[in-house]
């Protein structure tokens, strides 16, 4: 078994997990076995070649259709129509991503966690696969109905429910499943700051899942002065579930590396690595 060093400076997310990871030599053909699997329509995945500040990551892509696509990745919609680099706090703040129009709120299957659950039971994967899926799930609700005020069975799911989401999930939980590690290693997890439109409405960066679960995990959350959300909750959730201790060894020989792209057009980008060494 291997251990895992999860460099988080750049922020992580759950596309970036899940191309890092393939990066670093998780079985692609699994991946697509277990998504190909669940009994849920409206996507398709695509796993390609990009360059992030010169250099070459993997990109790992849900492709969704016009009626569930959720704009996750939409800097309009995430901060409105001109928001880019230092403005993107102001732009928030004075409500202009507000007048993109309620267009853009169609399409979010609103899940509970019971129905993610039996999504994820029917997967082919392995029990563990699916049942770190499932703990990440968990987390993530504890964190939403913390922030909502609700409890775990009675939570819905927006974002994190939405079938990219659901499929990021699993993914991740595959692909690490795969690469058989028995420790991960995770020093900070650098976010930003300002604000960032959600279902809900304008909120604060970090966002208060993130904070919640960072509260409840002892997570290493950094605060920068980078404008946008680097670290999200899918990102924060599966950091939860495997993490198992903050501190390197004092040298390391590395057997494997691999490169996760973000999608979200920061002017820091965003690049997840993550690191094997025996």
Same mark, same amino acid.
């Given at each position: ?170 993914? %991740? *939980? +595959? ?8 420790? /991960? =290693?995770?020093? &900070?997890?650098?976010? $930003?700051? !300002? ?44 950091? %939860? *579930? +495997? ?8 040298? /390391? =020989?590395?057997? &494997?590396?691999?490169? $996760?792209? !973000? ?16």
């Amino acid at each position: 078994m291997s251990s895992m060093y999860l460099d988080c400076e750049a922020g992580i997310s759950g596309d970036m997990t899940v191309a890092a990871l393939l990066d670093a030599g998780a079985d692609k053909d699994k991946l697509i076995k277990a998504l190909e699997s669940i009994r849920v329509d409206g996507f398709s995945i695509r796993i390609s070649r990009v360059k992030k500040a010169g250099l070459d990551c993997c990109d790992f892509d849900v492709v969704l259709d016009e009626d569930h696509e959720n704009h996750d990745h939409d800097m309009d919609y995430l901060y409105g129509r001109e928001a880019v680099g230092s403005s993107i706090n102001k732009l928030a703040i004075n409500g202009l991503s507000r007048d993109l129009g309620s267009d853009h709120d169609h399409g979010h299957h609103h899940r509970n966690l019971a129905d993610i659950t039996a999504i994820i039971d029917s997967a082919d994967a392995t029990k563990n696969a699916r049942d770190l899926a499932k703990k990440i799930f968990h987390i993530l609700a504890e964190a939403e109905a913390k922030a909502h005020s609700t409890t775990v069975d009675e939570v819905h799911f927006h974002e994190v429910g939405a079938i990219d989401s659901i499929a990021d999930i699993l993914a %991740a *939980a +595959v692909c690490f499943d795969d690469l058989n590690v028995s420790e /991960v =290693i995770v020093p &900070k997890l650098c976010d $930003g700051q !300002g604000t960032v439109r959600c279902q809900h409405g304008i909120i604060p960066v970090p966002v208060p899942a993130v904070v919640n679960i960072s509260e409840r995990y002892d997570l290493p959350l950094m605060v920068t002065d980078r404008k946008g959300e680097f670290v999200t909750p899918t990102g924060a959730a599966f950091v %939860a *579930a +495997v993490m198992t201790g903050t501190k390197l060894p004092e040298t /390391v =020989i590395p057997t &494997k590396t691999g490169l $996760g792209a !973000g999608k979200r057009d920061y002017e820091h980008p965003g690049i997840l690595k993550v690191v094997l060494y025996d």
